[in-house]
């Protein structure tokens, strides 16, 4: 069982440069979020999806884009990277049918340099 | 919107001890409750979850919480700790329709 599988795990990257997350789930869930890590912030959203082909932003939104083609594939694009966007990147999925129980990937944890 | 409030953010703890890790949340609306565990290095995994009926939920690992309507707490509690334990855990609130909402967490450290 994959669950959600996020790519790269790890990556170092000059500022300025364009970076693309990825996520895809296979438990068809309907939404799915991006959140960011960050020590002593605890996790902080960034955008969300309820479903194929709507998005909505969340408490952190800014120099990050997303999009949802497709009910499995959930991109997080920072345009243009800054510094500050370094931290650990976690995706994650819910059936918001049932309890809105939030599976989570394993992280992918960026720096900006 | 509903908020979180983990009132330590770290939790030093001797092997086989009791341990309480506290959450206070508020909202005007009822919602979900959730506590999550998060091992070095890995996502986030499911400890247990309030979503109605009994105050006292158990969860895996031995874990349980128990819900406060009066108090808008959600304590999460295990009576002898192990030092598989040592994580950071992540209390989180949801009102239906709304993202999950996470507290800061609270690192717990246990030493024999």
């Known amino acids: 069982i994959a669950g959600i599988t996020q790519a790269p795990t790890s990556q170092i990257l000059a500022a300025g440069r364009r970076m693309t997350l990825r996520c895809t789930q296979d438990?068809?869930?309907?939404?799915m979020y991006w959140y960011r890590q960050d020590l002593g912030l605890g996790l902080r959203l960034i955008h969300y999806s309820n479903t194929a082909g709507t998005t909505g932003k969340g408490e952190v939104p800014d120099g990050y884009s997303v999009s949802r083609a497709n009910t499995d594939d959930f991109p997080l694009t920072l345009a243009s990277a800054v510094p500050s966007q370094t931290s650990v990147y976690f995706c994650?999925?819910?059936?918001?049918?049932?309890?809105?129980?939030?599976?989570f990937g394993e992280g992918s944890r960026l720096t900006v340099l | 919107a509903q908020s979180v409030t983990q009132l330590d953010s770290q939790v030093p703890v001797f092997e086989e001890a009791p341990v309480e890790l506290r959450c206070n949340y508020s909202s005007s609306v009822s919602v979900y409750l959730f506590w999550y565990v998060q091992y070095p290095n890995q996502g986030l995994q499911l400890l247990l979850k309030y979503l109605s009926g009994s105050t006292l939920v158990k969860g895996i690992n031995g874990f349980e919480a128990e819900f406060n309507k009066s108090q808008t707490s959600f304590h999460l509690r295990k009576p002898s700790v192990h030092i598989r334990d040592t994580a950071e855990y992540f209390c989180a609130v949801k009102r239906a329709g709304y993202a999950l909402n996470f507290g800061k967490g609270t690192s717990l450290l246990v030493t024999p």
């Open positions: 438990m068809r869930h309907n939404a």
């Open positions: 994650a999925s819910s059936d918001t049918h049932s309890t809105g129980e939030l599976f």
